[in-house]
């Protein structure tokens, strides 16, 4: 299934009426509940972690950008089903390796919004007909302690355990949530490339679904690169 999404962040305070969702902290959700918003609330921790050394396989963080890796206060929408958002979302974002590779490293940006939950579950996954499988290559358990949503520009990182990776295949990075979750978390939307699009995809009413955006998410792959 091919989606289409719009984001328009000058009309982003008119929808906030009609929101999903609305958090204590003044987040909120597009009325669809698919991407979260912060309005206003840009606070700069310092620096970010220091970047793998390990060859590049994929890249969505801003790097060379002196003002942030990504954007603080706007992400793609990540909720248990016990959430205040009422239902599951997950989200992810594909890549595809130039050659044959071991990821060996994730680095990445998933901020907290709310919940007695604080841990996602991070994923890799194989492509089916343009979504990810029904069960990942590999996943990890994470706790998001690096940044809280709106405020920038921590990175979380997690080892990808030197998964091998066949170049010209398209895969894919996701965060899911167990099954008895209730956190409500964003997957900082990345902005290294605002023009091309890429391939992206949300599970929603139990069922992934496909689309293209220019904004990706905050997430880099690196490991061994022939």
């Not at 089903?81 to 998933?110: C, D, M, R």
């Not at 979380?156 to 979750?181: C, F, P």
């Not at 490339?193 to 139990?206: C, K, P, R």
């Given at each position: 299934?091919?989606?289409?999404?719009?984001?328009?962040?000058?009309?982003?305070?008119?929808?906030s009426l009609?929101?999903?969702?609305?958090?204590?902290?003044?987040?909120?959700?597009?009325?669809?509940?698919?991407?979260?918003?912060m309005?206003?609330?840009?606070?700069?921790?310092?620096?970010?972690?220091?970047?793998?050394?390990?060859p590049?396989i994929f890249n969505?963080?801003a790097?060379?950008?002196?003002?942030?890796?990504y954007?603080?206060?706007?992400?793609?929408t990540?909720?248990g089903p016990?959430s205040?958002?009422?239902e599951?979302?997950?989200?992810a974002?594909?890549f595809?390796?130039?050659?044959?590779?071991?990821?060996?490293k994730?680095?990445?940006?998933i901020?907290?919004?709310?919940g007695?939950?604080?841990?996602?579950?991070?994923?890799?996954?194989a492509?089916?007909s343009?979504?990810?499988?029904?069960?990942?290559l590999?996943?990890?358990?994470?706790?998001?302690?690096t940044?809280?949503?709106?405020?920038?520009?921590?990175?979380?990182?997690?080892?990808?355990?030197n998964?091998?990776l066949?170049?010209?295949t398209?895969?894919?990075?996701?965060?899911?949530?167990?099954?008895?979750s209730?956190?409500?978390?964003?997957?900082?939307?990345?902005?290294?490339d605002q023009?091309?699009?890429?391939?992206?995809?949300?599970?929603?009413?139990?069922?992934?679904?496909?689309?293209?955006?220019?904004?990706?998410?905050?997430?880099?792959?690196?490991?061994?690169?022939?």
């Amino acid at each position: 299934m091919k989606r289409t999404i719009v984001v328009l962040s000058v009309i982003v305070l008119a929808f906030s009426l009609t929101a999903f969702a609305a958090s204590k902290n003044g987040a909120f959700t597009s009325p669809d509940g698919r991407i979260t918003f912060m309005p206003g609330r840009a606070v700069n921790h310092g620096s970010p972690a220091a970047q793998s050394k390990d060859p590049v396989i994929f890249n969505e963080l801003a790097t060379k950008d002196p003002n942030g890796l990504y954007w603080c206060c706007e992400g793609w929408t990540v909720s248990g089903p016990n959430s205040v958002i009422g239902e599951e979302i997950w989200y992810a974002q594909a890549f595809t390796p130039a050659a044959n590779s071991h990821a060996k490293k994730l680095t990445f940006q998933i901020s907290y919004v709310e919940g007695t939950y604080t841990d996602v579950v991070l994923a890799i996954y194989a492509d089916c007909s343009g979504v990810p499988c029904a069960t990942p290559l590999k996943h990890w358990t994470v706790t998001l302690d690096t940044e809280t949503f709106g405020t920038c520009c921590a990175v979380e990182t997690h080892s990808a355990g030197n998964l091998a990776l066949t170049g010209g295949t398209q895969y894919w990075v996701a965060a899911t949530t167990e099954a008895a979750s209730d956190i409500w978390a964003a997957f900082n939307m990345g902005v290294y490339d605002q023009v091309d699009d890429t391939n992206q995809a949300d599970y929603v009413s139990g069922t992934w679904g496909a689309f293209s955006y220019s904004l990706s998410a905050a997430v880099e792959v690196t490991g061994t690169v022939p």
